[in-house]
């Protein structure tokens, strides 16, 4: 099955510094990859995703770029703002009828004032 | 707005009791999973449920049992809870939003069995 890897485990990062989560998967089939945010003591939230027939997204001063030889992808968040402290997890997933999410251990971000 | 509950935040249970923990969600989605977060480990998957009475089992299967009677309730079941299943319980459910394919969660249930 599906096994996601997610680099680093923490990281701490000054206010208005870029922040890059880097993950990897082994299943060359998985087609979908999203990332969440977790704040402290709230559910995870969706915040970027990107299929894989696409090599890279933007929105705003987030952006997620997608190796599908190398099987990586990564997570770049630019200019941060001590709102961006929380864990990150980024997932694959093959999306067909009744899909199945694997998730990454997740990345606590630091945003230090 | 998409909403998804469950029925508790915290649990405390002793070791050999049943335990149900229940998420419902309001926006008619096919497709429902129940998820445990421990620290250093993400989100496992347990369970999941793409229709009414369907399931399939997830990575971590072992010790648990799961009921979808209506499409809104997706019902997580521990057997005889143990004091590894001390954890985070956290529900989901699934929308396919044109490319998008959203999970959204619920608040979660901190569960300590002792």
């Known amino acids: 099955g599906e096994n996601v890897e997610q680099h680093p485990s923490t990281l701490s990062v000054q206010e208005g510094d870029s922040a890059v989560i880097k993950c990897t998967y082994s299943?060359?089939?998985?087609?979908?990859f999203p990332w969440y945010k977790q704040e402290l003591g709230k559910r995870p939230q969706l915040i970027i995703d990107?299929?894989?027939?696409?090599g890279e997204k933007k929105d705003q001063r987030i952006a997620v770029t997608l190796n599908k030889t190398a099987k990586h992808f990564s997570l770049h968040i630019t200019e941060t703002q001590p709102e961006d402290s929380a864990v990150y997890f980024c997932?694959?997933?093959?999306?067909?009828?009744?899909?199945?999410?694997?998730f990454g251990p997740g990345t606590r971000l630091s945003v230090l004032p | 707005d998409v909403k998804v509950t469950q029925s508790s935040r915290y649990l405390v249970k002793r070791t050999g009791e049943k335990v149900f923990l229940e998420c419902v969600q309001d926006m008619d989605h096919e497709n429902m999973f129940w998820y445990r977060q421990d620290p250093g480990l993400g989100l496992r998957l347990i369970y999941f449920s793409y229709d009414v009475k369907m399931k399939e089992k997830g990575d971590i299967p072992e010790g648990y049992s799961v009921s979808r009677e209506k499409k809104e309730r997706f019902s997580l079941i521990l057997e005889s809870a143990s004091t590894n299943q001390t954890s985070m319980y956290l529900c989901?459910?699934?929308?396919?939003?044109?490319?998008?394919?959203?999970?959204?969660f619920g608040p979660g249930t901190r569960l300590l069995v002792l």
């Open positions: 997932a694959a997933s093959l999306t067909h009828y009744g899909q199945n999410f694997v």
């Open positions: 990107i299929r894989s027939n696409v």
């Open positions: 989901a459910s699934n929308k396919r939003e044109g490319s998008r394919e959203t999970q959204y």
């Open positions: 299943d060359s089939a998985s087609n979908y």
